[in-house]
């Protein structure tokens, strides 16, 4: 039986590659064979991911690309075809949130992340989309979050409602393509370790504890959990899967919000109905 997660002689693209989950995609697909495009405007990270992927006996490319901007967007895919000549799998996951209460946010932030995060997305899915279709072969993912399906209030609310426009967009881009062999799906996750989540929980020592009330597993993620699902999303192991909304989150959707994790439970008492 072959492989269905062997990705040799593929090319993948994938943004946000130079920490977090970007870069454990990045390196997931190229372990299991890819050869890959890695865009991030963090020019001594991603380079570091580049030496990781080339000691893997893999192609490694760097692009400093601006993901918010559809021209610079266009003009990385055209390097992406002058040096692979073929676009396999898509990771879209770069990409920035602003935080501020619904009455202080500015029209010009809100612009700034729906840009960034919507229009931006759609960009990178439209040039992929297109070589794919091309090809007529080929799968995105999408990185949402569960603010794309429940609020999370402390100041999301342009965030949330980017996320929201990305599930929609995954769905929509689905419908239109997967019947021309390209496949689109979303991976939706909870509180990810990250610098930037790192900092926000130094600010408020509360945070974490606040964040693990909500994740039945007992821990937050870490990048490196996403590889498995970034390698059978770019594979043959997922042929019939498109248009998903996958959660990556430790029970976190899975749970009443008036639910107790098991981790936290300190006592468990059993009670009988009298009888009539």
């Not at 609310?157 to 929201?164: D, K, L, P, V, W």
């Not at 996750?189 to 989540?197: D, E, G, T, W, Y």
């Not at 192991?237 to 981790?263: E, F, K, L, Q, V």
Request: charge should be negative; proline fraction near 3%; include cysteine.
């Amino acid at each position: 039986m072959s492989n269905l997660f062997d990705l040799t002689d593929k090319v993948a693209v994938v943004s946000g590659a130079a920490q977090g989950l970007g870069q454990a995609t990045a390196i997931a697909v190229a372990e299991a064979g890819a050869d890959v495009m890695l865009v991030d405007r963090n020019r001594e990270g991603v380079e570091a991911t580049a030496e990781q992927i080339r000691s893997l006996g893999r192609k490694a490319v760097c692009a400093n690309t601006n993901v918010s901007d559809p021209d610079d967007i266009s003009a990385m895919f055209r390097q992406a075809d002058a040096e692979f000549g073929r676009v396999n799998f898509l990771g879209n996951i770069a990409g920035d949130g602003h935080l501020a209460k619904p009455e202080e946010l500015t029209i010009g932030d809100l612009h700034r992340v729906l840009q960034n995060l919507v229009v931006g997305r759609f960009a990178m899915c439209q040039e992929a989309g297109r070589r794919m279709l091309a090809q007529g072969q080929g799968s995105i993912m999408n990185i949402g979050s569960l603010a794309s399906s429940t609020a999370l209030g402390r100041g999301h609310i342009a965030y949330s409602m980017a996320m929201g426009a990305v599930v929609q967009m995954t769905r929509e881009l689905s419908t239109e393509w997967s019947h021309r062999g390209v496949r689109v799906n979303c991976v939706t996750p909870a509180q990810v370790v990250n610098p930037s989540l790192t900092a926000r929980m130094a600010d408020d020592p509360t945070l974490e504890g606040r964040f693990l009330r909500g994740i039945p597993a007992g821990r937050l993620g870490e990048p490196g959990d996403i590889k498995g699902l970034a390698v059978l999303l770019a594979s043959d192991a997922s042929a019939w899967i498109t248009g998903a909304i996958i959660p990556m989150d430790g029970g976190n959707m899975a749970m009443n919000a008036g639910g107790t994790p098991g981790h936290q439970q300190l006592a468990v008492q059993t009670f009988r109905a009298e009888e009539q």
